[in-house]
């Protein structure tokens, strides 16, 4: 028998917790900050039982220690946090029983054996929604455009779910209105969802709400060259502001990805545009290079300091002020880090053209006209 449990953090962490017998049949109980709260079951083949005992024992689970509990250091000292999610798991086999809590610091092999448990029994059903749990309900005359629905898709764009997006739309759901003042394109993440969004008729320029970034800020924040190509395709403008004045470029250049500097100047983007402080997209570049060199000279608990940053700045750096001065050294340089960068390539490029959306598995309550998009030569940004 396998058991998962999660528990709630300070905010909205999603507290359950599964158990899934020899048989395959698996229970949820649904506590708090779940779509589905309560008891629900379902049943998964014996093989993948078997093949969640098989990563139990590849991990060498019995021989954990029995909880993770603090931060263990260099020196031998040790260092609390608080406010985190809990994940508690239990293992019964050949006669043996173990439980370990996980709040933090446990192996990786541990957290990643925990997220597949999750996939295995496709717990997302209940957390928050599948596609296929989208298509059953709008077979059933769930409204899509209702507010269990638009929070439902509000959370599936941000967190980049692009199969259940596109079952919403499939579905009829209405992309082009706000929630709550919201743009989807605001939160989205990934290419396929900005993708599917688009093509369903989201604005790409439509006006910010709740103090967010336009959305093509967002995707340069983001780091998503690919996002951004399809924004710019689709006729966002390169040059819109934050309402702190901040531009797209400004965001990539923070970003240090010059994949997106490179795009964004290639599609006009200027940068000699000053933000509400007067700092340009090199001011930037350069302040975001001395936060990530400062993190990598004194770590926090939760540091990731980027890889080879300084000669991603650089590469930035470079763009940034050839392009400010105006001179030809702008289209060389473009075309040499092209052909010399290895680390920003573009991980899903828009070379086939129109995106397919899924049939619709339910009349639509909103129609909207898809926006088509053409291909793009992504290898000339691809760094």
């Known amino acids: 028998m396998v058991t998962l449990e999660r528990t709630t953090c300070f905010g909205t962490c999603p507290s359950y917790k599964l158990t899934i017998l020899g048989d395959g049949t698996v229970n949820f109980e649904g506590r708090e900050f779940v779509r589905i709260k309560g008891k629900a079951q379902s049943k998964i083949d014996p093989a993948s039982v078997e093949s969640l005992v098989k990563e139990f024992n590849d991990i060498d689970y019995f021989a954990l220690e029995d909880e993770y509990i603090t931060i263990k250091n260099a020196d031998g000292s040790e260092t609390s946090v608080t406010d985190l999610p809990t994940t508690i798991t239990t293992f019964t086999f050949a006669g043996k029983q173990k439980k370990v809590i996980d709040y933090i610091g446990a192996p990786k092999r541990l957290v990643e054996l925990e997220d597949d448990i999750d996939k295995v ?34 959370h599936a764009s941000r967190a980049g779910d692009a199969d259940v997006v596109r079952a919403f739309i499939a579905g009829g759901a209405n992309v082009k209105k706000p929630v709550d003042g919201i743009s989807l394109l605001q939160v989205a993440r990934g290419k396929e969802v900005f993708e599917a969004l688009i093509s369903a008729g989201a604005d790409v320029n439509g006006k910010p709400g709740n103090n967010l970034y336009p959305p093509i800020l967002w995707a340069a924040e ?82 990731s300091p980027m890889q080879e940053f300084r000669a991603k700045f650089e590469e930035i750096k470079k763009l940034l002020t050839a392009s400010q001065q105006g001179t030809r050294q702008t289209e060389t340089i473009l075309e040499s880090s092209s052909n010399t960068s290895h680390n920003n390539q573009l991980t899903s490029p828009l070379l086939d053209g129109t995106p397919h959306l899924s049939q619709r598995t339910c009349p639509p309550k909103h129609t909207s006209t898809p926006v088509a998009l053409t291909p793009l030569n992504a290898a000339t940004y691809s760094s």
């Open 121 to 154: 029994v496709n717990s997302k059903r209940w957390v928050s929604i599948d596609a296929e749990t989208v298509r059953e309900k709008c077979r059933h005359g769930w409204d899509v455009n209702g507010k269990e629905g638009r929070e439902l898709l509000v």
């Open 222 to 303: 983001l780091g998503e060259t690919d996002s951004l190509a399809i924004l710019i395709k689709a006729g966002a403008k390169v040059n819109s502001k934050s309402s702190e004045g901040a531009t797209a470029l400004m965001m990539a250049a923070g970003s240090g990805v010059p994949a997106s500097v490179r795009l964004l100047l290639s599609a006009g983007a200027d940068p000699a545009q000053k933000d509400k402080d007067g700092e340009t997209a090199l001011d930037y570049a350069r302040h975001a290079e001395q936060r990530i060199a400062d993190e990598e000279a004194h770590p926090g608990l939760f540091s």
